[in-house]
């Protein structure tokens, strides 16, 4: 696509389709359901803003959950023939395994959702275990602001010439394009797909996901996870594969620049949408 190289194609596809979840659309969920403005998110005359915000969440954290499996599994595969082309030593080819660190943080806590007895004995109040649950639920108040400044730093260190740099290296031509290329996918194409799918499912096959129907949050969670920049982890696939580091800070510095002005303009659109579709 535009004449980019396989492996920065590669690179682009991986910020296209995978997107920042977590750290934009909890806050903005929040926002909108403390809005006056937003009560036509309510399902009925008890709902309230508080569980508007919820389902937001709660509807985010399962796509976040699926995000981060598929971005740690399929996105490592996809990304695996770039980092084999660049030859990387052994040692670094061990982190090409499919089974990551971040996967395997992703099943551990599938894990707990799902096996009653364990979520039980994190959730009992008064035991060594719930302490650790606190503690790591306290950590998890400062993931979203550590993991901005983490951001911040990475870009700096790789959008300064380095002379130790390894693996391939893209021009400033190629790079431009991939950069167009993932800000005209990440916030035009996926967003019209997406909202065009979700109104024909809603429309013409109510009965397939019958909750899109009967709760708007649900809608306007959706259409703001398919227009939210590139995840921010997008910088960790590429330095745990060893390749395109710097070409990964470029995307992602350009595509949450531009993702401000972007998703403010979508994000009305979307809210428009909801109101329009859930008040008929």
Request: charged share 10%.
């Amino acid at each position: 696509a535009l004449g980019l190289s396989d492996g920065f194609r590669r690179l682009c596809s991986i910020a296209v389709f995978f997107s920042n979840v977590n750290t934009i659309l909890i806050p903005i969920m929040q926002g909108i359901a403390a809005s006056p403005d937003a009560r036509f998110l309510l399902r009925d005359a008890n709902d309230t803003a508080q569980q508007v915000a919820d389902r937001a969440i709660a509807y985010g954290m399962i796509i976040g959950i699926m995000n981060n499996i598929l971005r740690w599994s399929v996105g490592v595969a996809i990304m695996r023939p770039a980092a084999t082309a660049a030859e990387i030593s052994p040692e670094d080819n061990k982190k090409t395994s499919w089974l990551t660190p971040p996967l395997i943080a992703v099943m551990c806590a599938v894990a707990v959702v799902v096996v009653s007895p364990v979520q039980k004995a994190l959730l009992a109040e008064g035991t060594y275990v719930h302490t650790l649950w606190l503690a790591i639920d306290t950590c998890g108040d400062a993931c979203i602001p550590l993991t901005l400044l983490g951001l911040g730093g990475q870009l700096r260190l790789q959008l300064t010439p380095r002379t130790d740099a390894t693996g391939p290296a893209t021009s400033a031509s190629e790079q431009k394009r991939g950069v167009v290329l993932v800000l005209v996918g990440r916030f035009l194409i996926v967003p019209a797909v997406s909202c065009a799918a979700l109104l024909a499912i809603y429309v013409y096959v109510p009965g397939l996901v019958p909750l899109l129907r009967s709760d708007p949050v649900l809608f306007l969670t959706l259409a703001i996870v398919s227009a939210t920049p590139p995840a921010i982890n997008l910088m960790t696939v590429a330095q745990q594969m060893g390749v395109y580091e710097a070409e990964a800070a470029a995307i992602l510095s350009c595509a949450y620049a531009v993702g401000v002005l972007a998703l403010s303009v979508e994000v009305s659109i979307f809210l428009w949408l909801a109101s329009l579709i859930h008040s008929t």
